[in-house]
């Protein structure tokens, strides 16, 4: 089941809620989230949902065995045993055919390559797992005794398939007492409406551009196609605004659900293509993923406290994990390690000569070579990829740039600069300059409900005829 779906919307959401709500106890109110998340995950292949209550299940016990050893070397055994497991099974799912096919390629081997369906949401709830072990073993929280309540932690359906990457610390105290005010439910409310809107109204119809100027994906692989240089560049830049409308809208309407229900989780994309920097994109990107890594990984290597040498091994290590956690592809470790370099280059050197020049410069340099990022992201072989980047120096097989091009960018030059605009805090800093007073506010506040309901009366209609409309990262 996805978000963007009438089914979802005017009848799975509603039910819960009304059921969630007609519950007085907390406690009650949890199991019936528990059941709608594990229908929500079952909806569309139930043998999955035994893989997350396995992994659960297993991880309960770990993390209860570690707390009752704790500071001691069986503890660090059970750490290390349920950390292989994990992985392992992330691995089997995600990695393994991938490996196979290249050892086959590269000895000339002719193992049977093993075609297992990717459980979708396994990176998130993955991840999420393996915080609360590491945090218990670490000390940093509690053990949760009740195994009821940590299977809500890992299967609640807001966050579940496409995060962001809630750790058990945000909402621990939310699991057993929480508050539910008008607010959080204007909040999240109006937070699911814009989620909805920026997936149907402005990714779904950036994609078709996309699709136009790289061709549509057919078996993992676009073919670039007589692309123009203009044509190229235009495209990258729409990618990464796809990504950032498609991915941050499922974060809006996880978090908006959050909030109905009396969770509070944190902020996973913060305007970030208003930076300066690659470093400053990084900290406005996916925030729940790379402060993950920056945990869990590069602080426990050492982080900076080693020396330089050993820092830029450590980033280029988490980059390329990075990358790879996004898919079984060669293409996203090459991003991985691209972003990495850059944000080595822009440690070592590059950071303090972009103070030195002004914004427009910064701002410029970071989202062009965001977009160079993007591009490595969208091909996933190494043809289409070869394609890309000779286009994108002048060697396309359009030329500059043709009528197709132009047509392409003057039909939807609306919905661009909207989707630019859109992407920086525009918005919220009219209602700052423009809510001075009490009733200038309450004049906001109507007008941003008539425009919730343009935006769902819309995202609705655009939704009537569409079969299948999932969220990017649910293949992540």
Not at 53 to 59: P, T
Not at 61 to 67: G, P
Not at 147 to 173: C, E, K, M, W
Not at 187 to 192: A, L, M, P
Request: hydrophobic content about 50%.
């Amino acid at each position: 089941m996805i978000f963007a779906d009438l089914f979802f919307i005017y009848f799975f959401l509603p039910l819960c809620l009304t059921m969630y709500f007609l519950t007085k106890k907390t406690k009650y109110r949890n199991r019936v989230l528990i059941g709608f998340s594990l229908v929500f995950y079952a909806w569309g292949e139930p043998v999955w949902v035994f893989i997350l209550l396995l992994s659960s299940v297993i991880n309960y016990f770990a993390a209860l065995a570690i707390y009752n050893n704790k500071n001691t070397s069986r503890a660090k055994m059970l750490m290390a045993l349920v950390t292989v497991w994990d992985l392992g099974v992330l691995f089997c799912f995600k990695y393994i055919g991938f490996f196979v096919g290249n050892f086959n390629s590269w000895f000339g081997l002719h193992i049977p390559v093993p075609k297992i369906a990717l459980p979708i949401g396994i990176s998130f709830y993955t991840f999420q797992t393996l915080s609360y072990v590491i945090d218990v073993y670490r000390g940093s929280v509690s053990v949760q005794r009740s195994y009821s309540n940590l299977l809500l932690y890992i299967s609640l359906f807001p966050q579940l398939v496409a995060g962001p990457i809630v750790r058990y610390s945000t909402i621990a105290d939310e699991i057993d007492r929480r508050r539910i005010t008008l607010k959080d439910i204007s909040d999240g409310v109006s937070r699911i409406i814009l989620g909805l809107g920026k997936k149907v109204i402005i990714a779904n119809s950036i994609s078709t551009i996309v699709e136009s100027l790289f061709g549509k994906m057919k078996d993992g692989y676009e073919a670039m196609g007589n692309v123009t240089v203009l044509g190229t560049w235009y495209g990258a830049v729409l990618v990464g605004l796809w990504y950032y409308y498609d991915f941050s809208g499922y974060s809006d309407m996880a978090i908006g659900m959050g909030r109905i229900f009396g969770f509070h989780f944190d902020e996973n994309f913060k305007y970030p293509y208003i930076c300066t920097s690659i470093t400053e994109f990084w900290r406005r990107w996916h925030i729940s993923l790379s402060s993950w890594f920056r945990d869990y990984v590069y602080i426990p290597l050492g982080g900076n406290r080693k020396g330089k040498t050993r820092q830029c091994i450590n980033i280029m290590i988490v980059w390329s994990l990075t990358g790879f956690w996004h898919g079984a592809s060669w293409n996203f470790m090459i991003w991985g390690a691209y972003f990495g370099a850059l944000l080595l280059l822009e440690k070592l050197y590059l950071l303090k000569k972009l103070e030195r020049a002004n914004k427009f410069v910064q701002h410029l340099y970071a989202v062009v070579l965001v977009a160079i990022g993007w591009g490595i992201f969208y091909f996933e072989d190494f043809g289409s990829l070869g394609k890309f980047f000779k286009s994108l120096l002048g060697f396309a097989p359009g030329g500059f740039t043709d009528l197709s091009t132009n047509s392409l960018f003057t039909q939807n030059i609306w919905l661009f600069l909207a989707a630019c605009a859109l992407s920086t805090p525009l918005i919220p800093k009219i209602k700052r300059t423009l809510c001075t007073s009490q009733s200038a506010a309450k004049t906001f506040g109507t007008v941003g409900v008539l425009f919730n309901l343009a935006i769902l009366l819309i995202s609705s209609m655009m939704l009537v005829n569409t079969t299948n409309n999932p969220f990017l990262y649910f293949k992540f």
